[in-house]
């Protein structure tokens, strides 16, 4: 699956699909709206595809993939556009963009909410919300409800609910020879196994049904910043927050060089509170005791609360993310004595670097550590928490120095794991997996990213993909099992 955009079979193909499809929009590079449509979350991923297809139904889904099989044209899919691989965007082939199928509805009496496969946190947060309702999400309410959903899925209520896989019910999807199917726990359950955790890899996904829980309004949850003098502080409270917390509080720790400290290393505490502004106090007075430069903290609904950090990874500029893990109690001299320095090195030699930023997540783990590793494909569960490595520059040229940082980075949180066990002994729980797939711009190898579930997941994967139709994400095939996609090519050329 080779042809460019200026190919006749590419030629061929949009005509073709012009004329059968009953519903969807087909675009080419001559086209209205066709350079909004190859617009992505990072600039460095954004391609020029042959045809975009806005799809509007799963018999359009399917029409499409078997027209492009017929024509032996590659494609993707993209929904949320924030895949920072570019898994989500195709070099002269076609894009199945989901970006008009944002339909949200509730059941009232069973709290399950069905959402389309287009849309993205917003959508659900707020349809959720006019219910007295709230779905577990990510903690970006501008990302795909589908790339989040099938990679697992941490956010704000993981505390309580656990991951957003595990309060998925149901999943409509096209597979690869066309068929649409809905699978679950009680229909083709191998499969739904597969999907919670590699769905990228078996098919579109057109709808999802995810079990929402009763939210009480207001909740108390904004943004704290400091100097960085006050990082030892905020790491010793982040640790004692997952320990004595019931699940109803989070917090994400990010170092950044922000303009309000004229692009100085700061720390940025976004703070989440499940409960009441007294609650709250009674729990994160210790940071606001350390006198914030900035402190938006307040009571507020909690469909406002994934639109928290957005302002930090909004669209638009050349960045990616990379995955690490790391362990609680976080050793504060790992951050301030080796991460750091990282950080400061590519913020001085990086332009535009200054905006990168390391992301902890703190949220209370019990809940995604009452299923085990091999429950469901998603293997990055366990007593562990993420680091989301997000480098930022402006040109082209800087492309693989960044990818190269953020590599780097992960490695040294992979050493410190490491270096955890060796002190500690058998008192350290070792992490399943190393990388949190969502976070991970496809460097990692399928073996790091699902560790022991990675023989079942290619068994599956012969049985319902066996040509490898849907190939842009992870590599489910035998000799791939060690090899990144970054590094296989898949993300730097159409396949």
């Not at 059968?20 to 600039?43: A, F």
């Not at 896989?165 to 196994?193: C, H, K, Y």
């Not at 550590?369 to 091999?374: F, L, P, V």
């Not at 992870?474 to 396949?495: F, M, T």
Request: overall charge negative.
């Amino acid at each position: 699956m080779t042809a460019t955009s200026t190919s006749p079979a590419v030629t061929k193909l949009a005509a073709e699909l012009r004329e059968t499809l009953q519903e969807s929009t087909v675009l080419t590079p001559d086209s209205d709206g066709y350079n909004e449509s190859i617009k992505r979350w990072s600039d460095a991923v954004e391609k020029k595809a042959g045809i975009v297809v806005y799809v509007r139904s799963a018999e359009d889904i399917s029409a499409t993939i078997l027209a492009c099989r017929k024509h032996s044209i590659s494609f993707v899919v993209s929904g949320g556009k924030h895949s920072s691989s570019g898994a989500c965007s195709s070099e002269g082939g076609l894009v199945i963009d989901l970006a008009k199928m944002r339909e949200v509805h509730v059941d009232s009496a069973t709290n399950l909410v069905r959402v389309q496969g287009g849309c993205i946190w917003k959508d659900v947060d707020d349809t959720a919300f006019e219910s007295g309702l709230a779905a577990v999400g990510g903690t970006v309410n501008h990302t795909g409800v589908a790339g989040l959903t099938l990679g697992g899925g941490y956010g704000w209520l993981s505390g309580r609910y656990g991951l957003v896989i595990d309060n998925l019910r149901a999943v409509q999807m096209v597979l690869a020879d066309g068929t649409i199917t809905t699978v679950s726990e009680e229909n083709q359950p191998n499969l739904f196994w597969a999907v919670r955790g590699a769905g990228h890899a078996f098919g579109v996904a057109v709808e999802f049904t995810f079990q929402a829980h009763e939210q009480k309004n207001p909740v108390w949850a904004g943004q704290m910043a400091f100097p960085i003098d006050k990082l030892h502080t905020i790491i010793h409270f982040a640790n004692n927050l997952v320990s004595t917390t019931n699940g109803d509080s989070g917090l994400i720790m990010g170092i950044t060089a922000p303009p309000f400290t004229n692009h100085k290393p700061a720390v940025i505490t976004n703070v989440f509170h499940n409960g009441s502004t007294t609650e709250a106090l009674s729990i994160f007075q210790p940071l606001l005791d350390l006198q914030p430069i900035i402190n938006s903290t307040k009571e507020r609904p909690y469909n406002e609360v994934n639109g928290m950090m957005n302002h930090a990874v909004d669209y638009g500029g050349r960045k990616l993310s990379k995955s690490a893990v790391f362990q609680t109690p976080l050793r504060p001299e790992f951050v301030s004595d080796i991460i750091l320095p990282e950080l400061e090195r590519f913020h001085a030699t990086v332009p535009g670097g200054t905006r990168s930023i390391l992301l902890f997540e703190f949220f209370k783990s019990d809940r995604w550590c009452e299923y085990s590793t091999s429950d469901m494909s998603f293997a990055n569960r366990g007593p562990h928490q993420n680091l989301m490595v997000g480098p930022f520059w402006d040109r082209a040229e800087h492309d693989q120095a960044a990818r190269n940082w953020s590599q780097a980075v992960s490695e040294l949180a992979w050493l410190e794991i490491k270096r955890n066990q060796i002190d500690n002994g058998p008192a350290a729980k070792p992490a399943p997996t190393t990388e949190y797939g969502n976070y991970d711009h496809l460097a990692a190898s399928p073996r790091r990213i699902f560790g022991a579930n990675l023989e079942r997941l290619i068994e599956i994967k012969q049985q319902y993909d066996p040509q490898n139709v849907f190939d842009k994400s992870y590599s489910l095939i035998r000799g791939h099992e060690e090899v990144g996609r970054a590094a296989i090519g898949v993300c730097q050329r159409q396949s």
